[in-house]
Structure formats: C-alpha cells, structure tokens
C-alpha cells in the first residue's frame, strides 16, 4: 500500500527524535555493531542508525520505497537496501548485534517475528523496536471535532479522530512484561502477543515527546500517507482531505502543530538457543 507512492511517503512521514538514537548508543550501539533494519521504508531513521552504527543492512517490503532509501542514502556507505520480505529472506543467523524496526513490525505476523529476529542476533544482541504513537497535543487537538465529523460524513469506516495523552502511552508502555507485550500495548496489533520471555530478557522502554509543525500541504500529505487514508478509494481520499484542508486554513491559517510520542522498547536475546519452531 505504501509503495504505491514512495514519494509522498518520503515527504510526509515524520521522523525520529535524536534522543532515541543516542539512548541506543548508550546500551552498545556503536561503529562496529552490525544492523539489520526491517521494513526500512523510504530510509528516515536508517540514517540515524548510520551515523551511530557500523553495517547497515536494510530490509524493504516495497520496490519503490527501496528505491527512494537507496538514493537518499547514497552518502551514508555503511547502508545496503535491499528487496524482500523479513519473514523468508535468506539472511545470516546469529550476525548482527541489533534488530532494529521503526513503525514496522507490527505487519509481520508476531508468532514467528520475535523468534526470527532473536536467530538472526549473536548471543548478546539486542531487538529494538520504534514507533511514533499520536498523542493529545498541539493545535490539531482543536480541529477534533469538525474533521470527526467529516471522517464519519464522507469516510465512516475510518472511525473517531481520537488520541490518547502522552503521559498514558507512556504508562502503558513501561507496565512491564516481555517485548512482545509491551509493544502490542503501544502499536497497533493484528494478533495477540506471544510469550517471549524465554527468548527476550527484560525490555527497556523509553519515550521521548516531541511536536512537529506542518503547513496545510504536508499536513494533508500526512494524514494521506497513512494506511486507513490510503485503503480509501482515490477519489473519496481527495474530497474528504480536501475538506480537511478547508478547515485547517479557516480555523487554524494554515499552520499546524501535532504531537508524537516516540517510543522505544529495546530487549536483549537470551543467550539460550531458539528452537527451530519458533524461527520460521
């Protein structure tokens, strides 16, 4: 779905705060370490993990979405993109020091992700998982309810604008449990999370709250490139984003302001092996 428009995706999606890549530096992140970033999209955060990691090694779903991070990396030579998908690319077993997945993950089925992705680690490697979770913040709180009405007007299936408060995410997210728990708390879930325990130790969670500013143009690219908007049909995708627009430049002049919570849950692989069931 997102490879249909590689560049709108690149232009809209909002990136990661510097704090969340120096906490990975802090737990062993550093040049020599070698990475394996699943679903790496059009390269937002790869090039955060460049500058702070050694081999880069990009995992992309999308051919078109590969073929914008490959030219928007092309100074960062550490970085390799390539084509396919996590769950049956030929990739080596117990190489790399991190997994590492921004807003990703969560389309891979869980049963045999977590397992995969301990294989793929040495012995003291680490996963870390990342996303950006919308929170209550910023100028677009005020718009809620006139572009509720129009979701459910124009768009219905797409269901409320609603946004939980940063300081609940982030409580959500540090209840405890293993990684895979802790992130079908914070990113969306398609399936229950399975007991990772014996595979993953205890996670470390971090969040980092942080607020962007668009213009209505990107604004409206935003809102565009995320995947309930994009299921839509073209034509009603461009009226009801329209409309929004409208409001944006009435009730707020053209400028808003939006909120994120960035989160990290970072887990170290037990040193006990994996059994081949669980490695897919």
């Not at 590689?6 to 990661?16: E, Q, S």
């Not at 993990?49 to 081999?55: F, H, N, Q, W």
């Not at 996963?127 to 809620?144: M, P």
């Not at 470390?204 to 565009?224: R, S």
Request: one cysteine or more.
């Amino acid at each position: 779905m997102f490879d249909t428009d590689a560049l709108g995706y690149d232009r809209a999606r909002p990136g990661y705060p510097d704090a969340l890549f120096e906490d990975l530096r802090s737990r062993g992140l550093d040049p020599g370490c070698s990475v394996l970033e699943v679903g790496c999209g059009t390269g937002q955060a790869t090039r955060d993990l460049a500058r702070v990691a050694g081999e880069v090694t990009g995992i992309e779903l999308g051919a078109e979405l590969a073929a914008v991070a490959r030219k928007n990396l092309l100074d960062c030579p550490n970085v390799r993109v390539v084509v396919g998908a996590f769950e049956d690319m030929r990739v080596p077993t117990n190489h790399f020091d991190l997994l590492f997945s921004a807003t990703a993950f969560h389309w891979i089925d869980p049963e045999l992700a977590f397992g995969r992705a301990a294989s793929l680690l040495v012995p003291s490697g680490w996963l870390a998982l990342v996303t950006n979770v919308h929170v209550d913040g910023g100028t677009h709180a005020s718009i809620h309810a006139e572009v509720t009405a129009l979701q459910e007007a124009m768009a219905p299936e797409l269901g409320e604008w609603t946004f939980r408060t940063a300081p609940d995410v982030a409580s959500e997210a540090r209840r405890g449990g293993d990684i895979a728990h802790v992130w079908a708390r914070v990113e969306r879930s398609f399936h229950p999370p399975p007991d990772v325990a014996a595979v993953f130790g205890p996670p470390y969670v971090g969040t980092y709250e942080w607020t962007a500013t668009y213009d209505t143009a990107m604004f409206l690219a935003m809102l565009g490139s995320q995947s309930a908007y994009l299921a839509l049909d073209p034509g009603r995708r461009a009226r009801l984003l329209q409309a929004v627009g409208d409001v944006v430049e009435r009730r707020l002049g053209g400028v808003v302001t939006k909120t994120y919570l960035a989160v990290l849950a970072a887990a170290p692989v037990r040193a006990s092996p994996v059994p081949p069931s669980a490695t897919g």
